[in-house]
């Protein structure tokens, strides 16, 4: 199981009916109809920021990294996120790989009409047990 962590967020209703969310760790905000798709959006917005930092080879902030104090109205509410687990849903790029097989092996798929990546992304599922 990948490593979870919990951040701080602040929610208050608008005059509207929305709930906005503030997210101080990441300097994000966010917002939802309600209160439980402005707690998806808030673990959305967590998870990508994160998997952003961690791309550009920056440190993600830890929770309670920001001196925040809630405001008027809001109320703190705590999200879980899962990084390694948001990238593997979320981050689904494709990568081109250059591979070498023998002739005869290309030849019979071909034949087959196997789809080469497919095989290899399977294969390599497989492999990683994921």
């Known amino acids: 199981m990948s490593e979870r962590v919990a951040y701080p967020i602040f929610v208050k209703r608008t005059k509207e009916n929305w709930y906005a969310v503030t997210i101080p760790d990441f300097g994000d ?16 917005a967590i998870g990508l920021r994160g998997i952003c930092l961690q791309d550009e080879g920056m440190e993600v902030p830890a929770p309670l990294s920001s001196s925040y104090k809630a405001k008027k109205g ?43 990546s497919r095989v290899l992304q399977e294969a390599l599922l497989e492999k990683i047990n994921a």
Request: aromatic fraction near 14%; proline fraction near 2%.
């Open 29 to 44: 905000h966010t917002q939802g109809k309600d209160l439980a798709e402005a707690l998806f959006m808030a673990r959305d």
């Open 74 to 116: 809001e109320e703190e509410y705590w999200v879980d996120v899962s990084f390694a687990e948001y990238r593997a849903e979320h981050d689904s790029r494709s990568v081109r790989k250059n591979v070498t097989i023998p002739y005869y092996i290309n030849q019979k798929a071909e034949k087959m009409g196997i789809n080469f």
